[in-house]
């Protein structure tokens, strides 16, 4: 998998120590990559450009709907409310918004569970972006 890496200068305070990083991966998703080795969390937070203005007439509400239903399951961990089941276990939180032209979904967990966290929420993601 190619991975491009971006020119783009990431700002940041003098007297932050992380290291930054902007990626553009063969799907074209962007993605900044944060590392910080002096915590035991890691996170993540995915923006979808699909929002409320989405909606089709008569079905106002849809997007908001979607973005909580899509937490419930997916082929790949098929089991009601595996996700929140993971996170409440192993991490120590995930949350969504909708609003008008994006809907974002966020978690953070306990470093060593970093890794199954994104790829149950990839999961989900996928299969929503399937069935679109």
């Known amino acids: 998998m190619a991975i491009e890496k971006s020119e783009v200068e990431i700002v940041k305070p003098r007297n932050d120590k992380r290291e930054y990083r902007r990626i553009v991966l063969p799907n074209s998703l962007e993605v900044c990559l944060i590392s910080d080795p002096d915590t035991d969390k890691a996170a993540a937070s995915m923006n979808v450009d699909v929002g409320y203005f989405c909606d089709p007439e ?54 060593g569970c970093f890794e199954e966290a994104l790829d149950q929420i990839f999961s989900i993601l996928h299969q929503a972006n399937n069935v679109c």
């Open 58 to 111: 008569g079905l106002e509400g849809l997007a908001h709907f979607l973005e909580h239903m899509l937490f419930y399951a997916s082929e790949k961990y098929p089991v009601e409310d595996s996700y929140s089941k993971f996170i409440a276990e192993h991490g120590d939180s995930y949350n969504a918004f909708t609003s008008s032209e994006n809907t974002n979904f966020n978690f953070d967990v306990n470093a």
